[in-house]
């Protein structure tokens, strides 16, 4: 696979995240300790929760959305800004626009949650909606060309990966001495930025990504060494839905990341009740993923370690929760 491979330094992701301190939160993190995870990992397991959840837009995607925009010139940024998204990436592109004085143009899918819809809008954004994920893609880019507005890309890129790894530099900090982190990955902007943060601080952690069954899209890239797709997204965690993966992010996945597993979605939602049984917390898909791996594929592997999961989102609404928890639809 044929990238230049340019690897954020330490400095490039403190500096990022001073540039976008204004705009966003420093997530709290928070040691697992009740009765429900000790049985499952044992009481000698330390288990750290990232709670993206808690960021601006309900998930950490407006790190690298501000990233890429406050990089951009202010002739450009005016000319607004055009983003495609299952959801959080539209809303997170909405919230940037809106607090840095722009106009956002974001296609969504057609089956995209109503509640993400109407946050958008709530944010000043324009809003189209297209039937799947590849129709999509071509409306987003015709946006582009047709209207000069700049692409925030949902998960590829030097300024996106350094914003999410800005979460991986609070964690480190927040942490130290962690023998793993368990990251989700939808295109693998998260889990690039998340691997590259923690291999620069803490270079003997171990980094894991989950994928759901239904979007493998990095398995694949993995076996193959290049970028793959996928034809349909077959998952409720449509926020790790991403069609392909893409140069950048993949490369930086490849060096940085230790090992990949897979969860399906009767994990999803036996790690969403847990969660809010035991931390209550009303994650969405995507928000449980990393639960789902460490007390599923990762359980004896991880047993007895210090170990952190991102908890990267919790944008849905109450009846959706109720449904995918319990398998109604």
């Given at each position: 696979m044929a990238v230049e491979l340019s690897i954020p330094t330490l400095d490039e992701i403190k500096s990022t995240r001073q540039k976008i301190a204004p705009y966003i939160l420093e997530t709290p993190v928070w040691q697992w300790q009740t009765q429900s995870i000790q049985q499952m990992m044992g009481a000698d397991t330390a288990v750290f929760l990232k709670l993206e959840l808690f960021q601006h837009?309900?998930?950490f995607k407006p790190r690298?959305?501000?990233?890429?925009?406050?990089?951009?010139?202010?002739?450009?940024?005016?000319?607004?800004v055009t983003a495609i998204s299952a959801g959080n990436h539209a809303i997170a592109v909405s919230y940037a626009a809106d607090i840095l004085g722009t106009s956002a143009?974001?296609?969504?899918?057609?089956?995209?949650?109503?509640?993400?819809?109407?946050?958008?809008?709530?944010?000043g954004a324009e809003v189209e909606?297209?039937?799947d994920v590849h129709q999509a893609f071509e409306r987003v880019h015709?946006?582009?060309?047709?209207?000069?507005?700049?692409?925030?890309?949902?998960f590829e890129g030097l300024q996106t990966t350094l914003g999410t790894a800005t979460v991986g530099l609070e964690l480190c900090h927040q942490v130290p001495e962690l023998d793993a982190v368990i990251v989700p990955i939808g295109g693998g902007g998260l889990s690039?930025?998340?691997a590259t943060a923690v291999k620069l601080i803490q270079p003997n952690c171990r980094v894991y990504g989950v994928e759901p069954e239904g979007a493998d899209t990095m398995h694949r890239s993995f076996a193959s060494g290049q970028v793959e797709s996928i034809d349909k997204v077959r998952t409720i965690a449509d926020s790790l839905g991403a069609p392909y993966t893409a140069p950048y992010s993949l490369a930086l996945c490849r060096q940085f990341i230790d090992e990949l597993v897979m969860i399906s979605d009767d994990a999803l939602r036996a790690s969403m009740q847990l969660l809010f049984s035991g931390m209550k917390l009303a994650v969405e898909p995507a928000g449980a993923a990393a639960t789902a791996a460490l007390i599923g594929p990762l359980k004896e592997k991880l047993r007895g370690k210090r170990v952190a999961i991102i908890v990267c989102g919790t944008n849905i609404d109450l009846q959706t929760f109720y449904q995918q928890v319990s398998g109604r639809q």
């Open positions: 837009t309900g998930t690298g959305a501000l990233a890429n925009m406050l990089a951009i010139t202010p002739e450009q940024l005016q000319r607004g143009k974001v296609v969504m899918m057609q089956n995209a949650n109503p509640a993400r819809v109407d946050l958008c809008r709530e944010y909606l297209m039937p015709q946006i582009e060309e047709e209207e000069k507005r700049f692409f925030v890309h949902p690039a930025g998340v």
